[in-house]
C-alpha cells in the first residue's frame, strides 16, 4: 500500500522496497527498511512524509549514514535519503549556500577553491549538511554553530520555515531542529576571505590528524560516545581497561577508545551490546554515564 502509493506520487525510479540498510549506513550493519525514498526536490520530501503520516507509517530522514545504527531485524517505516540529488553548492562572496545531501566534506573543498576560511575542520566529517546542522557536527574545536548563518527547514506538516544562525538553538551536539523534528533542507555558511595556501595546509594538517589518529580503514559512526563535562569519554574508556576490547564482531578500538567499529562482520546487537557494556563499566568506575552520540534507527 505504503510503497503503491509513494511510487504513484512521487516517481518509481525514486522508490525501492526492502532496502538493506547496512548498504546505506557507514557501521555497515542493519536489516530491510520497508521503502526506501530518494528524493530530488523538496516536494518529494512533502509528499514522502504527507503519505507517511496519512498511512501511519514511521518514517526517518537520513543522510550519509555516518552517525547511526540501523537494527538487524530493519526498519518497519520509509526512509527518506537526502543525499547525492540533493547536494548543489553555490558560492556568492564570503556565502556559500548548499542544499541538505551536500557532504561537508564537499562544503569545506568549495570553501578552499573560493579562498574562504572558517570550516577548515569540517573537512574530514564524513556526514551531510543537513546531518551535520541537525547535531551541531564538530570537530577539531571548531562547530557548525560558528558558521551557520541561516537555515532553511520543513516541519511535518510540509510548512517552510527560515531560521538564522542566532535562532537554530545550537548547543553541544544538539539544535532547534532536533527539538522540533524538522528537516533541514538547505544552510547558508557565513565564512571569511582567507589565503588559499593557508586554508589549504590547515586542511592537510588536520586530515595529517584524523588519519593518524582515528580508525578509518573499518566501519563505524565515528566517535561513539557525546563528551562528558569535564571529561574525554575516550580517556575514561582506556582508563577502564577496555581499548580492544571485542564483543562479537564488534571492538572498541585499539587505535582510539573512543571509537567502537565493525571488526569482523559485527550485527548491530554486537555494536549495542557492546555500547552499553562500555558505559556500565565506566560509570562503575568513574561514577560518569557515557551518552551514545550515535542514534539508533528503530
Do not use: W
Amino acid at each position: 500500500m505504503i510503497y503503491g502509493r509513494l511510487i504513484e506520487e512521487i516517481d518509481s525510479n525514486k522508490v525501492l522496497e526492502n532496502v538493506p540498510l547496512k548498504e546505506h549506513i557507514s557501521f555497515k550493519v542493519g536489516g530491510p527498511c520497508r521503502c526506501m525514498v530518494f528524493p530530488s526536490c523538496r516536494e518529494d520530501i512533502e509528499k514522502a512524509v504527507r503519505i507517511c503520516k496519512s498511512e501511519s507509517i514511521p518514517y526517518y530522514i537520513l543522510g550519509n549514514g555516518s552517525n547511526v545504527i540501523a537494527g538487524d531485524e530493519g526498519y518497519r517505516g520509509v526512509i527518506i535519503k537526502i543525499g547525492p540529488s540533493l547536494s548543489g553548492i553555490t558560492v556568492k562572496d564570503n556565502i556559500i549556500t548548499a542544499q541538505a545531501g551536500a557532504t561537508l566534506a564537499s562544503v569545506s573543498k568549495k570553501a578552499l577553491e573560493n579562498s574562504l576560511t572558517g570550516i577548515e575542520f569540517a573537512g574530514g566529517i564524513p556526514g551531510t549538511v543537513g546531518g551535520g546542522v541537525i547535531m551541531n557536527a564538530g570537530a577539531y574545536g571548531g562547530e557548525l554553530k560558528d558558521v551557520v548563518a541561516g537555515v532553511v527547514s520543513m516541519d511535518e506538516t510540509g510548512g517552510i520555515h527560515r531560521y538564522s544562525g542566532d535562532d537554530c538553538e545550537f548547543g553541544y551536539r544538539t539544535s532547534i531542529f532536533q527539538k522540533k523534528n524538522e528537516i533541514v533542507l538547505e544552510v547558508e555558511f557565513k565564512l571569511l576571505p582567507g589565503d588559499y595556501d593557508e586554508i589549504s595546509a590547515e586542511m592537510h594538517e588536520l586530515m595529517r590528524k584524523r588519519n593518524e589518529k582515528q580508525p578509518l580503514n573499518y566501519p563505524s559512526a565515528g566517535s561513539t560516545f557525546k563528551r562528558p563535562e569535564g571529561h574525554f569519554a575516550g580517556k575514561l574508556i582506556q582508563d577502564s581497561g577496555l581499548k580492544g576490547l571485542s564483543h562479537g564482531g564488534a571492538q572498541v578500538s585499539e587505535l582510539h577508545a573512543g571509537f567502537i567499529i565493525n571488526r569482523n562482520n559485527a550485527t548491530a546487537k554486537d555494536i549495542l551490546e557492546l555500547i552499553e557494556l562500555v558505559k556500565n563499566t565506566v560509570y562503575d568506575n568513574y561514577g560518569v554515564e557515557l551518552q551514545p552520540e550515535v542514534r539508533l534507527i528503530k
